[in-house]
Nanobody, 126 residues
Framework: EVQLVESGGGLVQPGGSLRLSCAFS????????IGWFRQAPGKEREGVSC????????YYADSVKGRFAISRDNAKKMVYLQMNSLKPGDTAVYYC???????????????????WGQGTQVTVSS
């Protein structure tokens, strides 16, 4: 059974940093892509970043390029999202998701991921 559990969210001031963690189990990362998504109140879920192990590809939404970084630790079965220079507009519930993808993860929408964590709240406010 595929399971994903996010942690690391919280309240941070604008300009601050947080590192989100996604612990995964039930699959081998080499066969899957893992993505980070977020959903703010009243908005649709959007892709933030993703990583596909089989070709080493990564993707970042334009809104987070240069501020966020995705990484992994295969031994610990963890994927991380380092978030720097946070803005109030980054406030959302953040989710990690996993799916077997045939192409680079940049081409896939949230609806195409079948395995999701429960989410972790990130609030950027002074």
């Amino acid at each position: 059974e595929v399971q994903l559990v996010e942690s690391g969210g919280g309240l941070v001031q604008p300009g601050g940093s947080l590192r989100l963690s996604c612990a995964f189990s039930g699959f081998t990362f080499d066969d899957y892509a893992i993505g980070w998504f977020r959903q703010a109140p009243g908005k649709e879920r959007e892709g933030v970043s993703c990583m596909r192990s089989s070709d080493g590809s990564t993707y970042y939404a334009d809104s987070v390029k240069g501020r966020f970084a995705i990484s992994r630790d295969n031994a610990k079965k963890m994927v991380y999202l380092q978030m720097n220079s946070l803005k109030p507009g980054d406030t959302a519930v953040y989710y990690c998701a996993a799916e077997r993808l045939a192409l680079s993860c940049r081409y896939y929408q949230p609806s195409e991921y079948g395995n999701w964590g429960q989410g972790t709240q990130v609030t950027v406010s002074s």
